[in-house]
């Protein structure tokens, strides 16, 4: 092309080989020698584009990742070069290509599609273009543009055999089976196969017959799928099977489909979805209300797949789901006592699934404390004198203790847990996991603190655990000792970064989680909404991550896995870690909204010593950091330094609401089925006036909880808002038909029925609040909210303290007495514990720990 | 507890498993990398409410010189703690070297572990049949040494009647 290339773009015989040396270095990755080739081009021809781009491509590429102070100025004069190349050549595809490249590099997907689609109008058939062109596409999910990509590519490489496959995968993406078959086919007849290895073959045909299935085309995929095995390309292992059992299935072969589960279950009789799949072959439906005949049949099934696989303890677990009453009784009993002699400490988790019923929870209560009771007298558990092991007794204590304290227990036994660990401690006071027993049976009681210590004693006991370790510093955490749970979780992170810093680089979810709700109940709202605006940004990266597996995958031919990764990144943030951070986050955007004087800085004098130490620090640190970067080159260059330390930024937003929306949309995509979502959701079309999405939010959490006690709440609220707005006429018009379908009663029908008969705490709290909203009388919302200490009432401390929290901006003469009641209810929770108790307390406990470290170290040294 | 071949979506747990378990953590893209390069050989264990509580990430070698048979490698196997005493190392360990030997015709399989982790060294020996055969000098970040422990699986039959 060069004999066509414009005039401006032409260069002299010795630059032009300049030229060509920079595009291989730039590919060699010799950042600085190309940087040096562009230098002697650009002085001689400081106006020629594709010089300018191809150096702002390799000075971009040399910059180090993370960013380093000194690297900030070079990003902004690489950015501002490659503007200024399409300046000098508008017409040259390398131009347009580094600018797409670039902003492919900022996440700006929509500058990045339009400089590549620029670029290959400049030049169509530029292969390393179009490859890119199709990650961002495929990236971005515009599909078609995509799949006419991989067409057009194919119509130039055609020899090359990820080309073809590729093609396929994109119709796949395209919602075409047929063509994607089709393409498969023709690929067959047209390129010979042999260059492709083994696990390659195996990859490919295993995804074809994956699409098969998808096509609804199983007799031929089963033909397929059998000469695949007989030759040798794919392994019977796994997948391959599960396949064979779909489409015999799908084909109405019951009886060979029972057979190829049995197959897989001699592969993995550990797998769930194998035994679920051969009782359902079986003809048992599973899901249907059981009648006594099937029940009997799947637990005969479950009984001998217990004798062929006597190391998996799957049948043997799914037969408690399936069996009742005295069936239940005699298997749960033999589980149970398994579990004990084997002192398995998951025992209680495991078995706890079928708690959900409450006869079974009943039994299992009955199982346990019997056994205790014979161990307890030295008695043989079975009639033939067989003596059980000495430590299961202990295991039935530690057992029965989290099972007493057990939340859906309607009075749970915190103090017997307490006692029952306390024996076991007496018997073994070396074991970890009874410390860690007793941690959790008085975070259950509220004793958050004395929770901490306790789990602090597990974590003494074996100090290289790192999943102690964490436990303790989430106790602490929860505990609101958040530089203790730091400094513990120090032990584990890199030396050279913060633990903060290490835990936030390797995305680890629950400690951004943990930390961000301690300082929100601190009340300190910047930092929590730091943590949780890290959570999203790891989500954002868990996004980001799929980009360079789009060109990947196609290489290395593992075409299954990829389309579940897409499936997968699409619905990625239904993920329960976004989703918690998430709703976290809009509740503080809308306290900000609300009272945005919450954002200013009130500060008691030892945390605004504190403050200014810390910001003297951040200082400081910053102004090292310039000097260095002034100084040297390569050394001594950090990190850029966090621009918002305290998270007041984030907290000061400008558009609190706005900023809650955002973290909101990916939850209305892929929540949907939650009732949280719409729930939230109402809270931010509310407070924006957007009634009509408000009302949507109302209908949607209705469809999925109807009786769901903040949604009964909300409806009154949104009532009240709306007769009081000044409303457009058609808005008004949807209202009035809407409404009456939400409100099944008058709202002072409503608050009177949840005021009168609400069980739960969440009814209570709410019917409070919903009574409030109607007649503005704080008595009754007072009265109301005291329930939550009554007798019959589950104590549920987070409702008592979401009560005081809202008494004391409502109502905060009422705070004492509410408070004193709940404290009566619940002595030992933590939050209802007077100021100079806790002193007290805390004092005990920290005396406790001193002597526990001593004990430990004289039995250490025996 | 259920085993199960690992899937995409069971790939944040197996981080935040390891997160809790272990010092030697990777990125979401490492995790990534596996099973999109390797799908079949990576397992979780599953517990009733969904969460993953053990897992093994396991590759191949991957550029494998001349003459070398093809060789499985585990980047990283943990059990969390309270789901201890169940056997489950054993059984995720088992199914990967299956899918090793079935999918790409492995003759053994490698890991490494810290020379001062005599808990993992006697359950990789004792129990899974691994023998050290090479020592690597400064091998972890922080500067501590690794012992290269490896196991043949033409020996299989020989270790499982042991055991």
Same mark, same amino acid.
């Given at each position: 092309?060069?004999?066509?290339?414009?005039?401006?773009? #032409?260069?002299?015989?010795?630059?032009?080989?300049?030229?060509?040396?920079?595009?291989?270095?730039?590919?060699?990755?010799?950042?600085?020698?190309?940087?040096?080739?562009?230098?002697?081009?650009?002085?001689?021809?400081?106006?020629?584009?594709?010089?300018?781009?191809?150096?702002? *491509?390799?000075?971009?590429?040399?910059?180090?990742?993370?960013?380093?102070?000194?690297?900030?100025?070079?990003?902004?004069?690489?950015?501002? /070069?490659?503007?200024?190349?399409?300046?000098?050549?508008?017409?040259?595809?390398?131009?347009?290509?580094?600018?797409?490249?670039?902003?492919?590099?900022?996440?700006?997907?929509?500058?990045?599609?339009?400089?590549?689609?620029?670029?290959?109008?400049?030049?169509?058939?530029?292969?390393?273009?179009?490859?890119?062109?199709?990650?961002?596409?495929?990236?971005?999910?515009?599909?078609?543009?995509?799949?006419?990509?991989?067409?057009?590519?194919?119509?130039?490489?055609?020899?090359?055999?990820?080309?073809?496959?590729?093609?396929?995968?994109?119709?796949?993406?395209?919602?075409?089976?047929?063509?994607?078959?089709?393409?498969?086919?023709?690929?067959? +007849? +047209?390129?010979?196969?042999?260059?492709?290895? %083994?696990?390659?073959?195996?990859?490919?045909?295993?995804?074809?017959?994956?699409?098969?299935?998808?096509?609804?085309?199983?007799?031929?995929?089963?033909?397929?799928?059998?000469?695949?095995?007989?030759?040798?390309?794919?392994?019977?292992?796994?997948?391959?099977?599960? *396949?064979?059992?779909?489409?015999?299935?799908?084909?109405?072969?019951?009886?060979?489909?029972?057979?190829?589960?049995?197959?897989?279950? @001699?592969?993995?009789?550990?797998?769930?979805?194998?035994?679920?799949?051969?009782?359902?072959?079986?003809?048992?439906?599973?899901?249907?209300?059981?009648?006594?005949?099937?029940?009997?049949?799947?637990?005969?099934?479950?009984?001998?797949?217990?004798?062929?696989?006597?190391?998996?303890?799957?049948?043997?677990?799914?037969?408690?789901?399936?069996?009742?009453?005295?069936?239940?009784?005699? &298997?749960?009993?033999?589980?149970?006592?398994?579990?004990?002699?084997?002192?398995?400490?998951?025992?209680?988790?495991?078995?706890?699934?079928?708690?959900?019923?409450?006869?079974?929870?009943?039994?299992?209560?009955?199982?346990?404390?019997?056994?205790?009771?014979?161990?307890?007298?030295?008695?043989?558990?079975?009639?033939?004198?067989?003596?059980?092991?000495?430590?299961?007794?202990?295991?039935?204590?530690?057992?029965?203790?989290?099972?007493?304290?057990?939340?859906?227990?309607?009075?749970?036994?915190?103090?017997?847990?307490?006692?029952?660990?306390?024996?076991?401690?007496?018997?073994?006071? +070396?074991?970890?996991?009874?410390?860690?027993?007793?941690? /959790?049976?008085?975070?259950?009681?509220?004793?958050?603190?004395?929770?901490?210590?306790?789990?602090?004693?597990?974590?003494?006991?074996?100090?290289?655990?790192?999943?102690?370790?964490?436990?303790?510093?989430?106790?602490?955490?929860?505990?609101? @000792?958040?530089?203790?749970?730091?400094?513990?979780?120090?032990?584990?992170?890199?030396?050279?970064?913060?633990?903060?810093?290490?835990?936030?680089?390797?995305?680890?979810?629950?400690?951004?989680?943990?930390?961000?709700?301690?300082?929100?109940?601190?009340?300190?709202?910047?930092?929590?909404?730091?943590?949780?605006?890290?959570?999203?940004?790891?989500?954002?990266?868990?996004?980001?991550?799929?980009?360079?597996?789009?060109?990947?995958?196609?290489?290395?031919?593992?075409?299954?896995?990829?389309?579940?990764?897409?499936?997968?990144?699409? #619905?990625?943030?239904?993920?329960?870690?976004?989703?918690?951070?998430?709703?976290?986050?809009?509740?503080?955007?809308?306290?900000?909204?609300?009272?945005?004087?919450?954002?200013?800085?009130?500060?008691?004098?030892?945390?605004?010593?504190?403050?200014?130490? #810390?910001?003297?620090?951040?200082?400081?640190?910053?102004?090292?950091?310039?000097?260095?970067?002034?100084?040297?080159?390569?050394?001594?260059?950090?990190?850029?330094?966090?621009?918002?330390?305290? %998270?007041?930024?984030?907290?000061?937003?400008?558009?609190?609401?706005?900023?809650?929306?955002?973290?909101?949309?990916?939850? @209305?995509?892929?929540?949907?089925?939650? =009732?949280?979502?719409?729930?939230?959701?109402?809270?931010?079309?509310?407070?924006?006036?957007?009634?009509?999405?408000?009302?949507?939010? *109302?209908?949607?959490?209705?469809?999925?909880?109807?009786?769901?006690?903040?949604?009964?709440?909300?409806?009154?609220?949104? #009532?009240?808002?709306?007769?009081?707005?000044?409303?457009?006429?058609?808005?008004?018009? =949807?209202?009035?038909?809407?409404?009456?379908?939400? &409100?099944?009663?008058?709202?002072?029908?409503?608050?009177?029925?949840?005021?009168?008969?609400?069980?739960?705490?969440?009814?209570?709290?709410?019917?409070?609040?919903?009574?409030?909203?109607?007649?503005?009388?704080?008595?009754? /919302?007072?009265?109301?909210?005291?329930?939550?200490?009554?007798?019959?009432?589950?104590?549920?401390?987070?409702? /008592?303290?979401?009560?005081?929290?809202?008494?004391?901006?409502?109502?905060?003469?009422? =705070?004492?007495?509410?408070?004193?009641?709940?404290?009566?209810?619940?002595?030992?929770?933590?939050?209802?514990?007077?100021?100079?108790?806790?002193?007290?307390?805390?004092?005990?406990?920290?005396?406790?720990?001193? %002597?526990?470290?001593?004990?430990?170290?004289?039995? %250490?040294?025996? | 507890?259920?085993?199960?071949?690992?899937?995409?979506?069971?790939? !944040?747990?197996?981080?935040?498993?390891?997160?809790?378990?272990?010092? $030697?953590?990777?990125?979401?893209?490492?995790?990534?990398?596996?099973?999109?390069?390797?799908? $079949?050989?990576?397992?979780?264990?599953?517990?009733?409410?969904?969460? !993953?509580?053990?897992? !093994?990430?396991?590759?191949?070698?991957?550029?494998?010189?001349?003459?070398?048979?093809?060789?499985?490698?585990?980047?990283? !196997?943990?059990?969390?703690?309270?789901?201890?005493?169940?056997?489950?190392?054993?059984?995720?360990?088992?199914?990967?070297?299956?899918?090793?030997?079935?999918?790409?015709?492995?003759?053994?399989?490698?890991?490494?572990?810290?020379?001062?982790?005599?808990?993992?060294?006697?359950?990789?020996?004792?129990?899974?049949?691994? $023998?050290?055969?090479?020592?690597?000098?400064?091998?972890?970040?922080?500067?501590?040494?690794?012992?290269?422990?490896?196991?043949?699986?033409?020996?299989?039959?020989?270790?499982?009647?042991?055991?």
């Amino acid at each position: 092309m060069a004999h066509s290339a414009p005039k401006h773009r #032409q260069l002299p015989d010795k630059e032009s080989k300049l030229f060509r040396e920079l595009l291989t270095q730039y590919e060699l990755k010799q950042y600085k020698k190309g940087i040096k080739a562009a230098d002697t081009i650009l002085k001689k021809f400081p106006n020629h584009g594709e010089t300018l781009a191809l150096k702002a *491509l390799t000075l971009h590429s040399s910059l180090p990742e993370p960013l380093t102070v000194s690297a900030v100025p070079k990003k902004e004069e690489a950015e501002n /070069m490659a503007r200024l190349a399409i300046k000098k050549d508008i017409t040259s595809h390398i131009t347009w290509h580094v600018l797409g490249i670039l902003a492919k590099s900022r996440k700006d997907w929509d500058e990045a599609s339009r400089a590549f689609a620029m670029a290959r109008k400049q030049d169509p058939d530029n292969i390393p273009l179009i490859r890119d062109s199709i990650a961002l596409l495929t990236h971005t999910r515009q599909y078609p543009a995509a799949l006419a990509a991989r067409h057009h590519y194919l119509l130039l490489r055609p020899q090359i055999r990820s080309s073809w496959l590729a093609l396929v995968i994109a119709h796949q993406l395209n919602g075409d089976l047929d063509e994607a078959l089709k393409v498969f086919e023709d690929y067959q +007849t +047209t390129l010979k196969e042999e260059g492709a290895t %083994g696990p390659e073959k195996s990859q490919i045909l295993l995804h074809i017959l994956r699409i098969y299935i998808e096509a609804g085309k199983d007799q031929e995929g089963l033909e397929k799928l059998r000469q695949g095995v007989r030759d040798g390309v794919i392994s019977p292992r796994g997948e391959c099977t599960l *396949l064979k059992a779909q489409m015999l299935a799908n084909l109405g072969r019951q009886e060979d489909a029972l057979q190829t589960y049995q197959e897989l279950l @001699e592969q993995n009789s550990d797998n769930l979805e194998y035994y679920k799949g051969y009782l359902q072959k079986k003809g048992i439906g599973l899901n249907a209300e059981l009648t006594d005949d099937s029940r009997s049949k799947i637990l005969d099934t479950l009984s001998s797949f217990a004798e062929i696989f006597p190391r998996s303890a799957a049948p043997r677990r799914l037969a408690l789901d399936y069996s009742t009453g005295d069936k239940f009784r005699e &298997l749960a009993r033999a589980y149970i006592v398994k579990g004990l002699e084997r002192g398995v400490p998951s025992l209680f988790v495991d078995v706890k699934g079928v708690y959900t019923d409450a006869e079974k929870m009943k039994i299992v209560g009955e199982i346990v404390e019997e056994i205790v009771g014979k161990l307890e007298k030295d008695a043989s558990l079975s009639n033939d004198d067989s003596i059980s092991p000495p430590t299961m007794l202990l295991w039935a204590y530690y057992y029965l203790s989290l099972h007493l304290s057990y939340p859906l227990q309607t009075s749970p036994n915190y103090p017997r847990s307490l006692d029952l660990l306390n024996k076991a401690i007496e018997h073994t006071p +070396t074991l970890p996991e009874l410390y860690m027993a007793k941690a /959790m049976v008085l975070k259950r009681s509220g004793d958050l603190l004395n929770a901490a210590y306790e789990m602090e004693k597990a974590r003494l006991l074996d100090g290289q655990d790192r999943f102690l370790n964490g436990k303790s510093a989430k106790y602490w955490l929860r505990a609101g @000792e958040i530089k203790k749970a730091e400094e513990l979780l120090a032990v584990f992170t890199k030396k050279d970064l913060s633990p903060v810093q290490d835990l936030t680089d390797l995305q680890c979810l629950w400690f951004l989680q943990e930390e961000g709700d301690a300082y929100r109940k601190e009340g300190n709202l910047a930092m929590a909404l730091k943590r949780y605006q890290a959570l999203a940004t790891v989500f954002q990266d868990y996004e980001d991550d799929q980009y360079d597996f789009h060109t990947y995958c196609m290489r290395r031919m593992t075409f299954g896995a990829y389309v579940s990764l897409m499936r997968y990144e699409d #619905q990625l943030r239904s993920h329960p870690g976004y989703f918690n951070g998430a709703l976290a986050a809009i509740e503080i955007y809308t306290q900000v909204f609300d009272d945005p004087s919450i954002t200013e800085e009130n500060f008691s004098p030892e945390e605004e010593a504190e403050r200014k130490k #810390q910001a003297k620090k951040a200082q400081k640190a910053e102004a090292k950091a310039k000097k260095a970067a002034a100084t040297s080159g390569e050394k001594n260059d950090p990190p850029v330094p966090d621009a918002d330390p305290t %998270g007041i930024q984030l907290l000061k937003t400008e558009t609190p609401i706005d900023d809650a929306l955002k973290l909101w949309r990916p939850l @209305e995509r892929l929540a949907a089925e939650r =009732v949280e979502t719409w729930l939230s959701g109402y809270e931010i079309f509310i407070r924006k006036k957007i009634y009509l999405a408000a009302l949507k939010a *109302l209908k949607s959490a209705q469809s999925i909880a109807p009786s769901d006690p903040q949604l009964q709440y909300q409806i009154l609220h949104f #009532q009240k808002s709306t007769s009081s707005a000044e409303l457009p006429e058609s808005v008004k018009a =949807v209202i009035n038909s809407e409404l009456p379908s939400l &409100l099944t009663t008058t709202p002072e029908e409503l608050s009177q029925s949840l005021g009168g008969n609400a069980k739960s705490p969440e009814e209570i709290y709410y019917a409070a609040r919903g009574v409030f909203e109607v007649n503005g009388d704080k008595q009754q /919302m007072k009265e109301t909210l005291l329930k939550l200490g009554d007798e019959g009432v589950t104590p549920n401390i987070k409702y /008592m303290e979401k009560s005081v929290q809202l008494l004391k901006i409502i109502s905060p003469e009422d =705070v004492e007495e509410v408070q004193k009641k709940y404290r009566a209810r619940c002595p030992s929770a933590w939050v209802f514990t007077p100021s100079t108790e806790k002193e007290t307390k805390r004092r005990d406990f920290e005396g406790g720990l001193e %002597g526990f470290q001593g004990e430990r170290y004289e039995e %250490g040294k025996k | 507890m259920d085993i199960r071949q690992a899937t995409i979506d069971d790939l !944040i747990g197996m981080q935040n498993a390891n997160l809790l378990n272990l010092p $030697e953590n990777y990125t979401f893209k490492y995790y990534l990398y596996h099973a999109l390069t390797w799908p $079949e050989l990576s397992y979780v264990a599953v517990d009733p409410r969904g969460r !993953i509580v053990g897992y !093994i990430l396991a590759k191949m070698e991957d550029e494998p010189s001349p003459n070398t048979e093809p060789s499985g490698h585990v980047t990283s !196997i943990s059990v969390l703690r309270p789901y201890r005493r169940l056997g489950l190392a054993n059984k995720l360990m088992k199914q990967s070297q299956e899918a090793m030997v079935a999918h790409y015709k492995a003759s053994h399989i490698t890991l490494h572990v810290r020379k001062s982790n005599r808990a993992a060294i006697s359950l990789y020996r004792d129990t899974l049949g691994f $023998e050290v055969h090479a020592m690597e000098k400064g091998y972890y970040a922080d500067g501590e040494d690794a012992y290269g422990m490896r196991y043949l699986f033409n020996k299989k039959s020989e270790v499982e009647s042991t055991a």
